[in-house]
């Protein structure tokens, strides 16, 4: 009897259960986790986001395993989870900030970019009919000079953070995070931390095709992709490398 | 898109509200406009913003004595009047309140450079027909006056002048303006200015409004004659 009427409250996204819980949402929650994860460290100096993207077959082309976006010249995403959920979003978000410079002719501000696509979000928790979107997303830039570093969750809710991961095994990486980071970090110590906490949770180490690392400095405020050989180098650097 | 909220807004729309939809110049004779000569300049302290006072019909009958054509809009910027009167003042309306929802929704003010952008794009997309504001302001990057021109067009410049006065009013500036000069001479040459135009333009006069722009915020004073402004 119990599970019956617990079934019935989570059919609807709309309907809160007795104890105020929206299932729907808990669920896209799980989907998250079923996601490999990505991770994002904020330092003095700029922004780093990298993301697991380990592929499933040798056979597929990894350059079509997307999980970080470009928004624009100076923002980036990381997602975990549905990555066509994620596709959605990225839209949004990249229509938002095409709309602020059309509007005021001013790059958009990391902040209320994060926040355009919360409340976007937030919308698939109240209406009638939709589905929650099963995706978490890390959103990462510069700001008036100062770097930034927002994650949004489905259920339209902001958060920002120093360092943060999202996706599969993200309490222990973030867990991993907590006693690793420092805030008098440079760039580049934030760039082996994020791959220093990927890497705490892949007993098999990393493999720069398996990893997706872009940074944006306060420098020049430009979202800038790592290629395949500097991760390689770092991971050789820093000895998180497999076997093979 | 699936966009139920509409939250992917044109930017040439307002947020709030939609721009009025009507033809442009249409029963033209019967609108009260200001022939008007507002006058912006920039100094290193701020920006003094100064207008006459003169509403016309049909270019021939003073309908209103004591118009204040220069109105605050932002934290730290106004904008003047100049043109079809109803057509800049809910164009006035409609920019304060998207500078509002903008400082409201980010917790800081729109830059100066934003709000003419803004202010151009309204310009633009609606049918504010002939209306020819300047916008002037102080923000975290120092003092701007702005003009936006009926078509959209917005220009920064150190000083700058629009309205039926136009010609006397720039010639009264040019060459007296100095970037290093004080607040309180823009003030003067400002009010000279206006002056100048009253003399001779049949669309400007009767008195002057004056508006001081500073970080610290919008100063309006209205004055009957020119030598109680000074």
Known sequence: ?244 | MYDPENRLTDAHEPEVGTLPNEDGGRDEENVVKTGTTTVGIATENGVVIATDRRASLGGRFVSNKQVQKVEQIHPTAAMTLVGSVGGAQSFIRSLRAEADLYEVRRDEPLSIHALATLAGNFARGGPYFAINPIVGGVDEEGSHVYSVDPAGGVLEDDYTVTGSGTMVATGTIEGQYDPEMSLGEARDLAIRAVNAAAERDTGSGNGVVLAEITGEGVEIDAFDDYESAE
Request: glycine residues 8%.
């Open chain 1, 1 to 244: 009897m119990q599970g019956n009427e617990q079934q019935a409250y989570d059919r609807g996204i709309t309907i809160f259960s007795p104890d105020g819980r929206l299932y729907q949402v808990e669920y896209a929650r799980e989907a998250v986790k079923r996601g490999t994860a990505s991770v994002g460290v904020r330092t003095e100096d700029g922004v780093v986001i990298a993301a697991d993207r380990h592929a499933r077959s040798p056979l597929i082309e990894r350059d079509s395993i997307e999980k970080i976006h470009e928004i624009d010249s100076h923002v980036g995403v990381a997602s975990a989870g549905h990555v066509a959920d994620a596709r959605q979003l990225i839209d949004v978000a990249r229509r938002q900030a095409q709309v602020n410079r059309l509007r005021y002719d001013e790059p958009a501000s990391v902040e209320s970019l994060t926040k355009e696509i919360t409340d976007y979000i937030q919308q698939y928790t109240q209406t009638g009919g939709a589905r929650p979107f099963g995706v978490a997303l890390l959103v990462a830039g510069i700001e008036d000079g100062e770097p930034r570093l927002f994650e949004t969750d489905p259920s339209g809710t902001p958060y920002e953070w120093q360092a943060v991961a999202i996706g599969g095994s993200r309490e222990d990486i973030q867990t991993f995070l907590e006693d690793e980071y420092a805030e008098e970090m440079d760039l580049e110590a934030g760039i082996e931390l994020a791959l220093r906490a990927l890497a705490s949770v892949n007993e098999d180490g990393l493999d720069a095709t398996g990893v997706d690392i872009a940074t944006i400095d306060v420098e020049t405020e430009q979202f800038q992709k790592l290629s395949e050989e500097d991760i390689a180098e770092r991971l050789e650097e820093f000895e998180l490398g497999g076997e093979n």
